[in-house]
């Protein structure tokens, strides 16, 4: 197992290099950049003034010349100082790291719980007015679209029954402390996972559903019913684990999607994390703290998909035999 993770780890590099150089080159060809910004809110300036920006954050030198003073600052994990919010990137980056994490720890918590949950039920009653029930449901969350189920869930449980707060990670002027902060931020959380969730529970309960029907038909089931199983005993030791692999390569994928969600929850919500400081980085033209999120999103998600590999080796011995 070991060997294995070393050899994927060694594999990951070149990823991580493509994905920034790529990034890299996309946010080059956008139009604007964070010296005409500026001079732009300023309400105009000369364009002496304007190169002068551009020579101080170095954008005034060949892209490959900018590229390659980029790949060799990222050796010594330097992502470049944030002209705009005045700070090192990577101190900006690691503020804003643990709310994302947070929110995404406790959406990949509730939706894989919730939606393998429900495509096993659905599995287990197949064809009956409960399964129907199951599958209509999962249809609907799938379909809803994220903006619009914070806004509602905000409406409905924060302004019309005053239950969880609107927006925020917790309850600043309270000055909470120990478990009654814990117990502030855990009710903080709950609107924006439930709807940062509601889609992935439906995938998944889709995907476990026809993942269970489909093991339930093959011919080691029929051979564990000949040995004298029961039905219990050939769902929980056999055919769950089988089905549970798809959903594990799911949830690897999901969490990169998650970044990408969770820009337009951290928005309703007003939620402290990346994906709302990325927002902001956008349209300040702020490029160094762009790329910089760029980069630790990459390498999260290269570091989840390799624990999802090790999940998969440990679940299905074949892969590691092979």
Do not use: C
Not at 82 to 101: C, E, H, K, N, Y
Not at 217 to 227: E, H, I, N, S
């Amino acid at each position: 197992m070991g060997a294995y993770i070393l050899r994927r780890l060694l594999q990951t590099l070149p990823v991580v290099l493509l994905v920034v150089i790529v990034n890299f080159l996309l946010l080059q060809l956008a139009p604007g950049d964070l010296a005409t910004v500026l001079a732009g809110e300023a309400g105009g300036a000369p364009k002496e003034y304007i190169d002068a920006l551009r020579a101080r954050f170095g954008q005034d030198k060949p892209v490959y010349v900018q590229l390659l003073a980029y790949l060799g600052n990222l050796l010594t994990l330097d992502l470049g100082y944030s002209f705009r919010q005045s700070a090192p990137v990577l101190d900006l980056i690691l503020a804003r790291m643990g709310p994302t994490l947070l929110l995404m720890g406790a959406t990949l918590v509730v939706s894989l719980g919730v939606g393998v949950g429900m495509g096993v039920l659905a599995a287990l009653w197949v064809r009956t007015w409960k399964d129907h029930v199951i599958s209509v449901a999962a249809v609907v969350f799938y379909a809803m679209p994220l903006f619009w189920v914070g806004l509602m869930l905000v409406l409905f449980f924060s302004i019309k029954l005053a239950w969880f707060p609107t927006s925020g990670m917790e309850d600043v002027v309270a000055f909470n402390e120990g478990w009654a902060r814990v117990k502030d931020i855990a009710h903080h959380l709950v609107l924006p996972t439930v709807t940062l969730s509601l889609f992935y529970v439906a995938l998944y309960a889709r995907l476990m559903r026809a993942s269970m029907l489909e093991q339930r038909g093959l011919d080691y089931v029929t051979t564990a019913r000949a040995k004298g199983l029961t039905h219990a005993q050939i769902t929980t030791r056999h055919v769950f684990r089988n089905a549970l692999l798809p959903v594990v390569t799911m949830a690897g994928v999901q969490f990169g999607a998650l970044l990408g969600g969770s820009v337009v929850v951290e928005a309703v919500f007003a939620w402290p994390g990346l994906g709302q400081l990325a927002y902001q980085s956008l349209f300040a033209r702020d490029y160094n703290l762009l790329l910089g999120i760029f980069f630790m999103s990459a390498v999260l998600v290269v570091l989840i998909n390799l624990l999802v590999d090790v999940v998969y080796v440990a679940l299905d011995p074949r892969i590691r035999m092979g």
